[in-house]
């Protein structure tokens, strides 16, 4: 295969970018899948197509040599000509230099410095799906909604959710000053964050939530390369308590690998769809192959709120479309994009950047795609039994889930006493009394 590389003459570096756009390595991540495309390089009458467009670029460039007030960084005039040509096709497309593709993969094995916590862009603005347990951003209080407005000072405004983590990320120990307007508040508010190296553990609380009836509990809090792993050993424990129905608890999850999520839903399902993969270079779909071995006859209730996002939403609809859990809690997210990422290197195969590009829209089982576009008003998935929680509530249970360890936990303003968790209480009432 061919490879980028970046020369200094300006109509080669554009020829090269803009219509060549081949790679060395057409290794890409739906969500976490991985496997290899071929990429085939743009036709010559394309390119001639673009001549107009190139020369207008040439033109732009010489411009801003001419006339700005000082010389620019050619390098980064390129970069961010290529930034704006993929950020601008959706919210989920970005290009990534080799530092940010290095972040990225890290991300994926849930071991990163920084604060912890899931962002996308929602009308222009960064805004947090959900903070990771366990993590600066999630003892500081910061909420699903909250939008961030600066970094140290300096306007998020027109940022990517690369840009973003890459200005948040630094040195362990060192200080990130975001200035934050919580959901449904008026004023904003100053946050100060230590950065810290987040080591996210993906399985957690796994238990017996009513002995008497051996109702299973454990708490998903991100998927990940070993998810499905952990999923399994935490079920294997249930198990050996005799648990007969359980709990999966996907509230404030964002997403991650959608591999992992396959991986799970397909402990549960013994054939059929899992989901399929719908976009102009692929058309896939992914079945479940578990037979004999899927664990069909234990009851599930899924809880899911409007966190759970992405790789949450592929694990509870194949489920819910299956007939193998019933859904309680409040409307998903809403992200049913798929990215793939194309690494691009140069001729020595070292990797000089990444761009993450949105392939494909998935769709559970019953062909529904979740995706939130604009206008679109049946985007995510409704719960089969609706246990609606206001911001106020959804914040006391973030507190619950303090380390009680932490200095967060001791804090007299963060007191969640007599705080109930009705979504989790009406799933147990479920599985008890059957409906």
Known sequence: M????????????????????TFLVGKTIFDGKCFYLRAAGTAPSAAQNNQKTLQDIDNIYQLIKDNFFKEPNKDEVFENAIKGMVSGLDPYSVYMDADEYNTFVSDTKG???????????????????????????FRAGILPGDKILEINGES???????????????????????????????????????REIINMKS???????????????????????????????AIKKLQDKQMKSLIIDLRFNGGG????????????????????????????????????KAITATPIVILVNGSSASASEIFS?????????????????????????????????????AVKLTTARYYTPAGKCLERDKGVKDFGIEPDILVEMSPQEEAKLLKTRLNPASKAADDPDEDTAGFTDAQLERAIKFLQEGK
């Open 2 to 21: 061919k490879s980028i590389r970046y020369q200094k003459g300006l109509n080669a570096v554009f020829l090269i970018v803009l219509l060549s756009m």
């Open 111 to 137: 071991e990163y410095g920084g604060i912890g916590v899931e962002i996308s862009v929602e009308d222009g603005i960064i805004t947090v799906i959900a903070p990771f347990e366990d993590t600066p951003a």
């Open 156 to 194: 998020t405004d027109g940022l990517t959710t690369a840009d973003c983590s890459k200005r948040v990320r630094g040195k362990p120990g060192t200080t990130v000053t975001l200035k934050i307007l919580h959901k449904e508040a008026e004023a904003t508010v100053d946050i100060t964050l230590v």
């Open 203 to 233: 399985v957690k609380d796994v238990k017996l939530v009513d002995r008497k009836a051996h109702i299973g509990y454990l708490r998903v809090t991100a998927f990940q390369e070993d998810t499905a792993d952990l999923f399994d050993e």
């Open 257 to 292: 690998l959608m591999d992992a999520s396959l991986k799970m839903a397909n402990r549960f399902i013994p054939s059929g769809i899992l989901i399929s993969l719908k976009g102009k270079t692929m058309n896939e779909e992914i079945k479940a192959d578990s037979g004999d």
């Open 317 to 353: 609809g194949a489920l819910h479309d299956h007939h193998r859990a019933t859904l309680i809690g409040s409307h998903t997210y809403g992200k049913g994009s798929v990215q793939s990422i194309f690494t691009i290197r140069d001729a020595k195969k070292n990797v000089t950047g």
